[in-house]
């Protein structure tokens, strides 16, 4: 195989080293939400559940199945939420109007009012952390957040798959001695 001239080897590694910044980084970030989710948690431990409402809000009435896909969780977990939603009144089960066997949970009107003060809650907190970026910083972080949502998304039957299959990673827990000092 020819070598590469010395420019394009440099554009090459270039874009692995943005590859794997990219991917520390987003790594980075899951970690800042899951100890923000946490403590949320400790406060609160229904706040796992509203974030069902939104693809209801958002999507319509759905079936658990269809909620379960949407936020990439396990049914079983929907369903002890769900329960939850339901007894709040958050939401309502009706008839599938394709399959009558069927249910799909809505969201009520108490639910919508949730979602409403949710977001506002959220956008009021990102806008104070960002309130030193400028509009086109904003703009260009929302395309691009928007784009890799999308890509990783739409990845996700693919990457299961993958992440299945590997066998270059040894099985198991690590233990605190394994990973002392390293981080991925």
């Not at 949730?114 to 400028?134: I, K, M, P, Y």
């Not at 990457?159 to 299945?164: F, N, Y």
């Amino acid at each position: 195989m020819p070598s590469l001239p010395p420019v394009a080897r440099s554009a090459v590694a270039a874009v692995s080293s943005d590859v794997a910044g990219i991917g520390d980084q987003a790594i980075r970030l899951v970690r800042v939400q899951h100890a923000l989710k946490a403590a949320s948690a400790r406060r609160r431990p229904d706040k796992a559940a509203l974030s069902l409402l939104f693809p209801l809000h958002d999507r319509g009435p759905l079936r658990t199945g269809a909620l379960a896909e949407a936020l990439h969780a396990d049914p079983s977990t929907i369903s002890r939420h769900v329960a939850g939603l339901l007894a709040g009144d958050l939401v309502r089960r009706e008839a599938d109007p394709v399959d009558g066997r069927a249910s799909l949970l809505a969201i009520t009107d108490a639910g919508r009012a949730t979602c409403a003060a949710l977001r506002s809650h959220r956008n009021s907190l990102v806008g104070e952390l960002l309130a030193d970026w400028d509009a086109e910083d904003l703009a260009t972080l929302h395309h691009l957040l928007r784009r890799l949502n999308d890509t990783f998304e739409e990845a996700v039957p693919m990457l299961t798959e993958r992440i299945a299959a590997r066998d270059d990673v040894p099985a198991g827990r690590p233990t605190p001695a394994t990973t002392e000092g390293h981080r991925p």
